[in-house]
């Protein structure tokens, strides 16, 4: 049986994985391939609603557990998670045992352990999917229980665990964005370019403040479509002429980045896959080692180097630079598109179910 046995016998996958949206989001296309396919497909998540509220427009069946928040500093919270982590293992194992899965697929964040642990005590094979070119906490726990680690570089690596290059899987929308419908959906004209700037949910306040000091030089050039992050609207700048403040994209995102000419952003794993993949050509400003564990920081590194990005530490940010930044990006974005063409684009989703079936101890027919 493969995992495109019809749906009388159709096999059975558990997706896992949160503590934040970059690690539900690249897992949606896997859900939507595997359903395609005619696999049952169930979410483990937490009780919180950021997961269920991603999951829940594609009509699968949700299931929350109780964990705890890997964390790398001393709180009290660390006492009381000593108590939710194995709580969650048991609700794992428990609702595991009831869907009975032929593998599961965990996309990592702190929500994804107990189910990789419940899974392993089931004897259900894992895959497990890391984004950031160096491993995050929880799958770095979490390689003693999986069959293999999918990645986004293939210098990530996961000691003896079988790795395998996958990049990480887009939504089909944002292949498919088109700059005409984005310009229209931010009512910007096609005279003059589009500087689209992406803060993140975690990093968005120091990119907000410089980008709002620098807007009298930046309109003066381009149009600004800013995604400050949920409640940092300015009221003060609600008005002005060419800059387009959001909260955040729901609808159209891929839209907006097809007719985007420029991008300053974080670097998180994700959002720099896009920009690799979408051919955009970005200026990036890591989340510094003082506020993350440094994932960010070695992302931006890898894409300097192989001259995919131009990148700002934050304690380098302030209008001036900021501005000299876009400009010398402008001015080397012909060269930086001809570089992004020849990065290699993966047709992640396929990948990744490959492995799901490799583990399995099925294959594609």
Same mark, same amino acid.
């Given at each position: 049986?493969?995992?495109?046995?019809?749906?009388?016998?159709?096999?059975?996958?558990?997706?896992?994985?949160?503590?934040?949206?970059?690690?539900?989001? *690249?897992?949606? *296309?896997?859900? #939507?391939?595997? @359903?395609?396919?005619?696999?049952?497909?169930?979410?483990?998540?937490?009780?919180?609603?950021?997961?269920?509220?991603?999951?829940?427009?594609?009509?699968?069946?949700?299931?929350?557990?109780?964990?705890?928040?890997? @964390?790398?500093?001393?709180?009290? #919270?660390?006492?009381?998670?000593?108590?939710?982590?194995?709580?969650?293992?048991?609700?794992?194992?428990?609702?595991?045992?009831?869907?009975?899965? !032929?593998? %599961?697929?965990?996309?990592?964040?702190?929500?994804?352990?107990?189910?990789?642990?419940?899974?392993?005590?089931?004897?259900?094979?894992?895959?497990?999917?890391?984004?950031?070119?160096?491993?995050g906490l929880a799958n770095r726990l979490s390689v003693p229980f999986v069959k293999a680690v999918c990645v986004n570089f293939e210098t990530t690596t996961f000691g003896k665990a079988r790795v395998a290059v996958t990049g990480t899987p887009l939504r089909p929308a944002l292949i498919a964005g088109d700059a005409a419908r984005g310009r229209a959906l931010l009512g910007v004209g096609s005279d003059r370019p589009l500087l689209l700037v992406v803060g993140g949910s975690l990093g968005a306040e120091r990119i907000n403040e410089?980008? @709002?000091?620098?807007?009298?030089?930046? $309109?003066? !050039?381009?149009?600004?479509?800013?995604?400050?992050?949920?409640?940092?609207?300015?009221?003060?700048?609600?008005? #002005?002429?060419?800059?387009?403040?959001?909260?955040?994209?729901? #609808?159209?995102?891929?839209?907006?980045?097809?007719?985007?000419?420029? %991008?300053?952003?974080?670097?998180?794993?994700?959002?720099?896959?896009?920009?690799?993949?979408?051919?955009?050509?970005?200026? $990036?400003?890591?989340?510094?080692?003082?506020?993350? @564990?440094?994932?960010?920081?070695?992302?931006?590194?890898?894409?300097?180097?192989?001259?995919?990005?131009?990148?700002? *530490?934050?304690?380098?940010?302030?209008?001036?630079?900021?501005?000299?930044?876009?400009?010398?990006?402008?001015?080397?974005? *012909?060269?930086?598109?001809?570089?992004?063409?020849?990065?290699?684009?993966?047709?992640?989703?396929?990948?990744?179910?490959?492995?799901?079936?490799?583990?399995?101890?099925?294959?594609?027919?």
């Amino acid at each position: 049986m493969s995992l495109t046995t019809p749906a009388a016998h159709a096999a059975r996958v558990v997706v896992t994985g949160g503590g934040s949206a970059g690690h539900v989001v *690249p897992a949606l *296309p896997v859900i #939507e391939a595997l @359903r395609g396919l005619g696999c049952r497909v169930d979410f483990i998540g937490s009780k919180s609603r950021l997961e269920k509220e991603l999951i829940d427009p594609l009509g699968v069946p949700y299931h929350g557990i109780r964990t705890g928040k890997l @964390r790398r500093y001393l709180s009290f #919270e660390n006492l009381l998670d000593c108590f939710r982590v194995p709580v969650g293992i048991w609700q794992a194992w428990r609702t595991l045992g009831r869907l009975r899965p !032929d593998v %599961v697929f965990s996309k990592g964040g702190y929500v994804s352990f107990p189910v990789v642990v419940g899974a392993w005590l089931r004897r259900i094979a894992v895959v497990a999917h890391e984004s950031d070119l160096t491993p995050g906490l929880a799958n770095r726990l979490s390689v003693p229980f999986v069959k293999a680690v999918c990645v986004n570089f293939e210098t990530t690596t996961f000691g003896k665990a079988r790795v395998a290059v996958t990049g990480t899987p887009l939504r089909p929308a944002l292949i498919a964005g088109d700059a005409a419908r984005g310009r229209a959906l931010l009512g910007v004209g096609s005279d003059r370019p589009l500087l689209l700037v992406v803060g993140g949910s975690l990093g968005a306040e120091r990119i907000n403040e410089v980008v @709002r000091v620098s807007l009298p030089e930046l $309109l003066a !050039d381009y149009a600004v479509a800013h995604v400050c992050g949920a409640g940092k609207l300015d009221a003060a700048w609600a008005d #002005e002429p060419g800059y387009i403040q959001l909260e955040y994209v729901a #609808e159209g995102w891929g839209d907006i980045i097809a007719a985007a000419d420029l %991008v300053v952003s974080r670097a998180g794993a994700n959002a720099l896959y896009e920009w690799l993949v979408l051919g955009k050509p970005h200026l $990036l400003v890591p989340l510094p080692k003082t506020a993350s @564990r440094g994932d960010q920081v070695d992302n931006a590194a890898y894409a300097e180097r192989s001259g995919y990005s131009l990148v700002m *530490p934050e304690h380098e940010l302030n209008s001036q630079t900021l501005v000299a930044a876009v400009a010398k990006l402008a001015a080397l974005a *012909p060269a930086i598109r001809e570089r992004l063409a020849g990065f290699q684009v993966r047709d992640s989703t396929a990948l990744i179910v490959a492995e799901l079936e490799r583990a399995a101890g099925r294959e594609l027919s």
